[in-house]
């Protein structure tokens, strides 16, 4: 934002809006768990407002985050695989029990402020510093993307390098081409450069064929993690190699859950 004066205006309105928030905005408080895995998997049903889980101690075996523990807010789930054992802290979120209508209000004066702020600050930027619409997949932060095993043995790919609509995906050996770069947006969606993965045709069934197609936030193209799986939005279904052979080329399907290691993913 480049006006002087349009500036100091928002911050004039702004401000008062701001320490009205502070009264009405959530709060958090921690709570603590212990999770040990046996050797096998292990879950713990997380509380509905939880907003982040961090693992605080590890007590047994060698943890790695999305590895051998996890979590997954939209099924509230906490995991411990391969006999990590840990004391998790598990952030939750609540509304301070003084609120009110005017307070509630003022909040969300306050935010359509900012985000106007956000609009305006996006406009005068620069056209080179344009930033992606979605953070990195898996390694966080932006850019290229990353890969994705199955059984930590083989990656996720295009059939052929093909980045088209209607190409299924295969597993293949990893070898660091962009077909093998994954990205996830906001709404769950994995991408592949501007296309995203898909159940082809939205079919609920076992068996239905994941490709990649143009992104349109159909429940077909959403996924979310569940103790190492992916899970299709769509059907509840997991993403799953055909006939559950992690094999190089073998094409990629969705299936109903089972746990096996052909619908074990590493990222």
Known sequence: MKD???????????????MNVQAAKAQ?????????????????????DTTQVDLTEQTQGQCRFNRTWGYDLTNSELWTNGGCGGRFKITRSYAS????GSNAGAAVAAVAAIAGLALLANHNRHENDRRPDYPD???GGGGRGGEIKVDGRLCLDVTKGNIRPGTALQVYDCNGTASQRFVVGRG????????????????????ARVVLWSCSGS?????????????????????????????????????????????????
């Open 4 to 18: 002087p004066k349009r500036l100091r205006n928002f911050w004039l309105v702004c401000l008062p809006l701001l």
């Open 28 to 48: 958090t408080q921690d709570q603590f768990v212990e999770l040990q895995s046996p050797g096998g998997y292990m879950s713990y049903r997380l509380p509905d």
């Open 97 to 100: 029990s003084n609120d009110n």
């Open 137 to 139: 997949y898996p390694a």
């Open 188 to 207: 769950g969606e994995i991408r592949v450069r501007d296309l995203c993965v898909d159940v082809e045709r939205g079919d609920p069934r076992d068996g």
């Open 219 to 267: 429940r077909s193209q959403r996924w979310s993690t569940r103790g190492g799986q992916i899970v299709s939005q769509l059907n509840g279904k997991c993403l799953d190699v055909e006939n559950g052979r992690v094999r190089q080329g073998t094409p990629t399907m969705v299936w109903s859950c089972n746990r096996s290691s052909s619908q074990r993913w590493w990222w």
